[in-house]
Every structure is written in structure tokens, then in C-alpha cells.
């Protein structure tokens, strides 16, 4: 059974990090892309960032763009985004995904709260 | 990255169908087969349903589907049912990036 699982969200200030992993089995994690998909609250969903299978490429959101970093660990099946100079309209729900055939998201995490206010 | 343009709303009484729209560009939508569709119970993750404009994957009922037609992608659901209550997003693959729809909410009367 496929699973993804998020981890490493709570309350951060702004101008501040965090970083949230996605820990993902059940499949062979190294053969896919995998993205991350926010959520504002009571907001729609928007696509932040996506990785290739060996991690070699990298596509980012203008929002993410210059503050958010993507990365994977194959050998530990995790994927990472790495975010900072957090602003409170980073405040979401954040959910990994998996990548399918054609280019749709076929598994998704639970997802993860991250809430940034001092 | 402008999100593509959904209907707020949409509505149909139980046994009816109701289709929502997806407007995107020649850089998404238009330009690329690559159009899914997603739904998000309240308090949920979101549920694909549709993947490259039509398919459906293995398990969602055949009363969900999917077309296009140049830079407009639609969804319908045919034979409501109360379950079915719920947002409805689109998704374009757009090159290097993925650009999600703003969100359709679905009631069944």
C-alpha cells in the first residue's frame, strides 16, 4: 500500500525556517517524481515545488522561488522542503505527492500544518 | 503561474449531473493532455478522479468524467449522490510547472 507521510510542521515565526519531510513506502520511491502542494486555510490548493526521481532537477512556484529548496534521499525514501524567510501567507496545510504516468498526482499525504505568526 | 479559472460553485439534485469547467491557456491547459481532476472532502487530502483529461483511475465510479476542448477542460458527474458533496480542483501540467484550478464546490441539493 502506498503511503505518504509528512512531518515537521508547527509554529514558526516569520522570517524564520522549517523543514518538512515526507516519508513515503510501500512503492519504489526512487523511480518517481514527487511534488509539494499547499493548502491555505479556507483557500484552494497550489503547487509549490516538484523533484525528478534521482533529484537532478528541480522546479519551484514564483512563490517558492529563492526561499523554498526541494531535495530527496533515495536511500531513505524521504523527500524534504527545506523553507525559509517564512512570511504569515506561507501559513498552510502542506501536502507531498506522488507524480503518476501523466504528470497527475496519484497518492497524497495527509498533510502538515505549518503556521507562521509571532 | 495564474491558477486556471474553475466556477465557485456548482449544484444538482441527486440522479442529476453537473459539469464544471477548467479555463486555462495554450501554456497549460491547451498546450498539454496532462489535465487531472481532484476531490477534497472538508478536512481531507485531495482525491484524484481524472488523469490526462479522461482516464479514470482504478476504483473511481464511470459516473466521473472527463473531456477538453482547446484550453478548456471539463468535469462531469453524472447520477449525483450525496457523497459526491464536495471542492473540486483542476490540475494542468504547464512545462516546468503544474498549475492547479481555484476550486469548484460541489452540493447536492
Known amino acids: 500500500e502506498v503511503q505518504l507521510v509528512e512531518s515537521g510542521g508547527g509554529l514558526v515565526q516569520p522570517g524564520g525556517s522549517q523543514r518538512l519531510s515526507c516519508a513515503a513506502s510501500?512503492?519504489?520511491?526512487?523511480?518517481?517524481?514527487m511534488h509539494w502542494v499547499r493548502q491555505a486555510p479556507g483557500k484552494g490548493l497550489v503547487w509549490v515545488s516538484r523533484i525528478n526521481s534521482d533529484g537532478s532537477r528541480t522546479n519551484y512556484a514564483d512563490s517558492a522561488k529563492g526561499r523554498f529548496t526541494i531535495s530527496r534521499d533515495n536511500a531513505k525514501n524521504t523527500m524534504y522542503l527545506q523553507m525559509s524567510s517564512l512570511r504569515a501567507e506561507d501559513t498552510a496545510v502542506y501536502y507531498c505527492?506522488?507524480?503518476?504516468?501523466?504528470?497527475?498526482?496519484?497518492?497524497w499525504g495527509q498533510g502538515i500544518l505549518v503556521t507562521v505568526s509571532s | 503561474q495564474s491558477a486556471l479559472t474553475q466556477p465557485p460553485s456548482a449544484s444538482g439534485s441527486p440522479g442529476q449531473s453537473v459539469t464544471i469547467s477548467c479555463t486555462g491557456t495554450s501554456s497549460d491547459v491547451g498546450g498539454y493532455n496532462y489535465v487531472s481532476w481532484y476531490q477534497q472532502h472538508p478536512g481531507k487530502a485531495p482525491k484524484l478522479m481524472i488523469y490526462?483529461?479522461?482516464k479514470r483511475p482504478s476504483g473511481v465510479p464511470d459516473r466521473f468524467s472527463g473531456s477538453k476542448s482547446g484550453n478548456t477542460a471539463s468535469l462531469t458527474v453524472s447520477g449525483l449522490q450525496a457523497e459526491d458533496e464536495a471542492d473540486y480542483y483542476c490540475?494542468?501540467?504547464?512545462?516546468?510547472?503544474?498549475?492547479f484550478g481555484t476550486g469548484t464546490k460541489v452540493t447536492v441539493l
Open positions: 490540475n494542468s501540467y504547464a512545462g516546468v510547472n503544474n498549475v
Open positions: 510501500g512503492f519504489t520511491f526512487s523511480n518517481y517524481w
Open positions: 505527492a506522488r507524480e503518476g504516468i501523466a504528470a497527475e498526482f496519484d497518492f
Open positions: 490526462e483529461v479522461s
